[in-house]
């Protein structure tokens, strides 16, 4: 794998990542091409096929930059013919790279995350400075490097962005795709209809990315058709947010003795989390239609509750468990008196206005002396379970 970088502010002329080489080598006219300093050394390594080449030196700590990542490396300065700056694994365990040739890109996931585009290039001869006498010299006790480069032959998948500014992912395999699942007809027609609403609202918008999970329908209350993404295989490879959603039980205790309710449904309540810039690819969906990277938190996300739920105790933490509870997209308003409760919805409106959060009319309670939360009836201070919850135990 090939990457283009930077050392000293200047481009290299090449720059190959091995993750058979044990270090970062350099070859000494591209060093002084550089303007590099280097420390004296009395090692040596072996090539293939001939003797073992003095070390000229060692580089510690230059600033190198691969697309927007940038940190520090060292090099051990050597004569090479076919090569002028490898990548080796002192590189990639340093700065917790994963190489990944089928998408050709560099993952970094560590202090400074970034995915940085590489190129694959077969050689028309052999190049090696691997040392196939590795077991020998190090059985003589000798000051011995390795380096292996790989011949990969070229893929032609798709690129990567060059840089995603969060990653919350990290990748253990090769991106997720899946194929488009099969729809019956009336589902294709409400499919286009959602994309195109989706589309129109810049919510969604066509994509490239290597990666793909297909989409499928869940039917809310009203009968309607939600999309989801089936987004499995990309979970299984989602570092988990910890954030703890929260227990029922305790958001019924601060809904005891009070008298009037006002229940408040946002308006998809997750298109209303932007994805941060860079990590739209990773959202992509394939369809009978084309692929489709989310602008908005999708369904299905295995950190979208938890993410969700930060978002909306941040907005609102000033009133949690004075007047307001909040789960999810569900917002109950709470007080005991009417007086008192058009000054908390008006409290509670005005935050969610700052917020640029928007309620679903038709699905908003005001002023109720009872309101059904969470598969249970709030009534007069008294809490008891759906009628429809425990239909078929009664009878």
């Known amino acids: 794998m090939y990457v283009d970088t930077w050392i000293n502010e200047k481009p290299t002329k090449s720059t190959m990542v091995d993750s058979d080489a044990t270090h970062n080598f350099i070859k000494e006219s591209e060093a002084k091409r550089l303007n590099l300093r280097w420390e004296k050394d009395a090692g040596r390594m072996k090539a293939v096929n001939s003797a073992a080449l003095p070390i000229i030196g060692l580089v510690k700590r230059t600033m190198i930059r691969l697309g927007e990542w940038s940190g520090l490396v060292d090099f051990v300065v050597v004569k090479m013919d076919d090569f002028d700056v490898v990548l080796g694994m002192e590189f990639l365990l340093e700065h917790h790279v994963i190489p990944m040739p089928l998408v050709k890109c560099l993952v970094i996931i560590g202090p400074t995350p970034s995915i940085v585009q590489t190129d694959l290039r077969q050689s028309d001869e052999s ?107 990309l979970n299984k490879l989602t570092v988990r947010n910890k954030y703890p959603l929260l227990i029922i039980t305790n958001l019924f205790d601060s809904l005891h003795g009070e008298k009037y309710f006002s229940k408040l449904d946002l308006r998809s309540g997750y298109y209303q989390v932007r994805i941060a810039e860079g990590d739209e690819p990773k959202t992509t969906c394939v369809t009978r239609y084309g692929s489709f990277e989310f602008l908005v938190m999708p369904f299905g996300l295995t950190n979208a509750p938890a993410t969700f739920c930060t978002l909306m105790n941040q907005v609102f933490h000033e009133y949690l468990d004075k007047f307001v509870v909040v789960y999810l997209d569900d917002i109950v308003v709470y007080s005991t008196t009417m007086e008192e409760h058009r000054d908390h919805l008006q409290k509670v409106f005005q935050k969610s206005k700052e917020n640029q959060l928007y309620v679903k009319r038709e699905k908003c309670f005001f002023a109720q002396e009872q309101i059904n939360f969470l598969g249970h009836v709030i009534e007069g201070g008294r809490i008891g379970m759906e009628e429809g919850k425990i239909a078929a135990i009664r009878d």
């Open 127 to 233: 190049k090696m400075i691997s040392a196939m006498q590795l077991k020998k010299g190090l059985s003589r006790d000798e000051p011995t490097f390795m380096a292996i480069p790989l011949n990969s032959s070229e893929n032609s998948g798709e690129t990567v962005p060059k840089e995603i500014m969060r990653v919350l992912e990290k990748y253990r395999a090769k991106p997720p795709t899946k194929n488009a699942y099969r729809m019956a007809p009336p589902e294709l027609a409400e499919l286009r209809k959602q994309l195109d609403e989706l589309q129109n609202a810049r919510f969604i918008r066509l994509s490239k990315a290597p990666y793909g999970a297909p989409v499928l329908f869940q039917k809310k209350k009203d009968e309607s058709l939600r999309l989801c993404i089936d987004y499995r295989v």
